[in-house]
């Protein structure tokens, strides 16, 4: 995946957030940083996915 980040250009792999320990940790800090996610989530079934973008190594 391809994320332009302040005008800089990253590859990146995805991964979704399946421990449910690890999911709860990250909810909390992005709904700290935007309480519109849990207002989301109120308003649908499924559970929102958390996905970890982690910069690839150039080897």
Do not use: F
Request: hydrophobic share 35%.
């Amino acid at each position: 995946m391809i994320v332009e980040d302040h005008g800089r250009t990253i590859v990146t792999q995805a991964s979704t957030i399946t421990d449910e320990s690890e999911y709860q940790r990250l909810w909390s800090l992005m709904t700290a940083m935007y309480a519109g996610y849990n207002n989301y989530q109120r308003h649908t079934e499924r559970k929102i996915p958390v996905v970890l973008l982690q910069p690839e190594s150039l080897s």
